[in-house]
Nanobody, 115 residues
């Protein structure tokens, strides 16, 4: 699958934002889709994921309770609803789709949170 991330922008701390990851290609329903982020000068880190099938969700500790991931297989889209944003959430956010040994990355969308 090919991925396109969107929805980033600049916002103030405490605000909310919804990121979208749109996919093209076949069998999207069989992919686990995840969001990662990479802040300037830091390594890319896992944020959240939604598994194929029953859609089990996973969150990193630093976003648990603030971010919600969801998927709409009919639209081939995964969303990341972010709330309670903090300056430390500033990063480029990437979506990732994985099925077995097959993995794809989107191009990233910048999220900037000011205090």
């Amino acid at each position: 699958v090919q991925l396109q991330a969107s929805g980033g922008g600049a916002m103030q701390a405490g605000g909310s934002r919804r990121l979208s990851c749109s996919a093209s290609g076949r069998q999207f329903i069989n992919y686990t889709v995840a969001w990662f982020r990479q802040a300037a000068g830091k390594e890319r880190e896992f944020v959240s994921a939604v598994k194929y099938g029953v859609g089990t969700t996973y969150y990193s500790d630093f976003v648990k309770g603030r971010f919600t991931i969801s998927r709409d297989n009919s639209k081939k889209k995964v969303s990341l609803q972010m709330s309670g944003l903090k300056p430390e959430d500033t990063a480029v956010y990437y979506c990732n789709a994985k099925r077995g040994l097959t993995m794809s990355w989107g191009q990233g969308t910048q999220v900037t949170v000011s205090s």
